[in-house]
């Protein structure tokens, strides 16, 4: 969850109402193009979201084609069953973290795949879920993905509430690239043992309290960063995706690809990571050396696609 420079669909927050804007898939075009996906093919959506790319899939495979989609969200599930109503290939809908995608293929009896996509921002959805992700609603924090979420999970009130202030700290610099990580933290362990938080709207006034005006007032929400690393850290992002791409990799067939769209430096900068290692050790092919970005008119009809970034990588027999 996906950025930070704007509101992206990584954002914590979208624009002033997000129910004002219907959702749109970031580079949906440039992905689908990309992957070249071939009608008999077995493609996986590890993120199924708003269900645009998964359509877009879909109507590329033909009826020996098979589409695997996940989500931790049962209501993204309900949503695709919906909009894929129909579809010409077999499709297959997994509730459950891509971390475990090599696992979850191999349970429905499939031997490999060819394509995989990963998008990882966010939609419009999410922020409609009323789990604490937008700093903009007065809502329980939570920022779990998962729907339903388990009672022993990890949230955002455990981590604001519970953790260490010098941990909180680390993670809101070092996942949000916040600059006033320790005066945010500092302040946030002053404020619980007055009155615990709640609500996403509690946290993100005291956050914009314990920043200087200047910032308080600037191009973003002072509490977009902070918001981004408590998420990061509830849903243990960074961990799933190394898990997911290393799945995917081993699950992958010749000549299959894989699609990254990432929406802020820390994703893309791990994305870029593993796709050289798998290219500099000889089974891999960077289809992009430098990044896919959108056009000035996607920027322009939603603006929240302006920091994502396009990898895509084909995996090739092992260099001698």
Known sequence: MRT??????????????????AHRTVLLHEAIEQLAIQKD???????????GHAKAIAEKLGAKGVLVGFDLDSDAIERTGDALEGAKPKVHLVAA??????????????????KVLFDLGWS??????????SFLRDEPLSMTYANPAQPSALTAEKIVNEWAEQSIADVIYGWGEERYSRRIAKTIVE?????PFRTSAQLAEVIKAAVPSVYRYGRLHPATRTFQALRIAVNDELGALKEGLRGAWE?????????????HSIEDRLVKQTF??????????????????P????ILRNPRARSAKLRIIQKVVHRT
């Open 295 to 298: 056009t000035p008119e996607e």
């Open 124 to 133: 419009s959805y999410q922020l409609d879920a009323g789990r604490g992700f």
């Open 4 to 21: 930070r420079r704007s509101q992206s669909s990584s954002d914590p927050v979208s624009s002033t109402h997000p129910r004002e804007a």
């Open 191 to 195: 404020h619980r043992a007055k009155m």
């Open 41 to 51: 093919d077995v493609v996986v959506d590890a993120t199924l979201g708003g269900a």
């Open 251 to 263: 699950m992958l067939a010749r000549d299959g690809r894989i699609a990254v769209v990432s929406f």
């Open 97 to 114: 973290n891509f971390r475990n995608l090599a696992v979850e293929v191999q349970k429905l009896g499939l031997a490999k795949i060819d």
């Open 276 to 293: 050289l290692a798998w290219e500099k050790g000889g089974s891999g092919e960077r289809i992009t050396k430098k990044p896919q970005t």
